[in-house]
């Protein structure tokens, strides 16, 4: 009997990758973010999907997660009971050059943005803060 | 009394340019085709709406227009009956170097896999065709 976490995780091949998907994946400020936080591990680093901080639920974390793969841009495999994520640089270079590094400059402003947001709710009064 | 093609139409500035609008907005392959058919006229040269053979409804392609101009990626102007269309290129290349050279050869392959299967219709026998 399959576990629980053995989902079949089915990825495009590389000739399958349409720049239509690629562009719809990355037209999300968190997915953006979830790149750019792929792209500071070395190459080939794979970061699991509980370790990103992101400021939406799990569920819609998941979901990002897996257009990203659908559309080609990561790639996902379960470890025991985690799923960890890299990135396709070797595809999405080949295929539409330079693109990934446009989309992880605007994931890193993502990022700071919500860490600018952050430091601004820390420094705030008690009372004012709004979480 | 305002004529009839007199809408206004709104262009965001340079500044209010958001990657993820302008990827947005390159995800549709109709739409890419658009870019690569501005693309083929000189730099700043325009066309009209009615130029464009699109493999859509008059309205689908009206709705295409519109999400390039709101994301960004053409400017649009009225003169006479006319609605004109010209890619803001220096825009795109100050905020995104090398996203509109990409979405103008993903288009290019879209204009081209519609002319075969145009020419392929055209070859078969009457009695064969689809439409």
Known sequence: MASRTA??????????????????????????????RLAQVAPDGELACG???????????????????????????DEGTRRLN??????????????????IAQGHRELSSWSAAEDARADAPAGGRTR
Do not use: M, N, Y
């Not at 562009?23 to 750019?36: G, K, N």
């Not at 819609?60 to 990561?74: D, K, N, P, W």
């Open 51 to 77: 370790t990103f901080a992101l400021p939406v639920s799990k569920s819609t974390q998941s979901g990002h997660f897996r257009t990203l793969r659908e559309a080609g841009v990561i790639r996902q495999r």
């Open 86 to 103: 890299r990135l396709r640089r070797d595809d999405l270079d080949a295929l539409f050059p330079g693109l990934l590094d446009l989309a």
């Open 7 to 36: 989902t079949e995780l089915v990825h495009p091949d590389r000739g399958e990758l349409r720049f239509t998907d690629v562009a719809a994946a990355l037209s999300d400020p968190v997915r953006l973010a979830i790149v750019a």
